[in-house]
């Protein structure tokens, strides 16, 4: 038997290696600890549900933390022109937006009228208030700014890189996931009306003082409405195309 087999033999994988004072290394690893004693007890409670809105907020805004890191990191990518790693973390952050949108439905499954005690313990909280979203927020003109940078550089309008996009599809790609990110918030921020006014009224003032209904229009709010435009160019394009095809 080698030193390393009889090593491999003695070592005591029961045992966590990592600092920490979690029983195991996956929840030193994870603090998990930490994590599970974030949401209020049993005994903390105005009602059982207060479980599930805080799992429900708390487990978006780690996806949300994800999606803008991911984000930000793409925009450092294009600026220093690797198109390919930006996309694939754009990717990423989609993905973490698609995950959130789904999950509001479990606030559907409280009862609006037992969901008035909870909200009478959230004193001025407010999805307005998320770090997550608004860290988002803060990364979405950006992505907008070097995109626009990179397209500039490449000597092609909007309209062009559409047209011509098959010779250069990391850029034309590059358009595509920034309309989808936007198209994925916007779903958010529909799903998220839809659940309100389900939940508490369309017609109701909220937690912070700002009316529900307000929501409602922020429904239409897109980051890049120069993507959406583009398109609408693109049909009149086509159909000037056809129609002076049609005249010779």
Request: charged share 25%; net charge negative; with cysteine.
């Amino acid at each position: 038997m080698t030193g390393s087999e009889a090593s491999s033999q003695a070592e005591d994988y029961s045992q966590p290696i990592l600092p920490g004072g979690g029983a195991s290394d996956y929840e030193r690893y994870l603090s998990t600890d930490q994590l599970l004693g974030l949401q209020k007890t049993a005994d903390e409670w105005v009602h059982r549900d207060e479980l599930l809105f805080q799992v429900t907020h708390q487990s978006s805004e780690l996806w949300l933390k994800l999606a803008w890191n991911d984000a930000e990191e793409a925009v450092r990518l294009i600026e220093e022109g690797d198109l390919r790693g930006a996309l694939r973390l754009l990717r990423r952050s989609i993905l973490c937006i698609r995950f959130l949108t789904p999950q509001l439905e479990m606030l559907e499954h409280m009862s609006p009228w037992e969901y008035q005690e909870i909200r009478k313990v959230l004193g001025h909280g407010s999805g307005f208030d998320s770090p997550g979203w608004n860290e988002l927020r803060r990364v979405l003109p950006r992505l907008g700014q070097v995109f626009h940078n990179a397209r500039r550089e490449a000597g092609l309008s909007l309209a062009d890189l559409y047209v011509q996009g098959r010779d250069h599809e990391h850029l034309y790609q590059l358009a595509e996931s920034l309309i989808e990110l936007d198209e994925q918030a916007q779903l958010w921020r529909m799903r998220h009306y839809q659940i309100v006014a389900r939940v508490i009224g369309d017609q109701v003032v909220g937690t912070q003082g700002t009316p529900v209904e307000l929501l409602g229009r922020l429904v239409t709010k897109t980051s890049y409405p120069e993507l959406w435009e583009v398109r609408n160019e693109l049909t009149a394009l086509s159909q000037a195309e056809v129609s002076g095809g049609g005249q010779n």
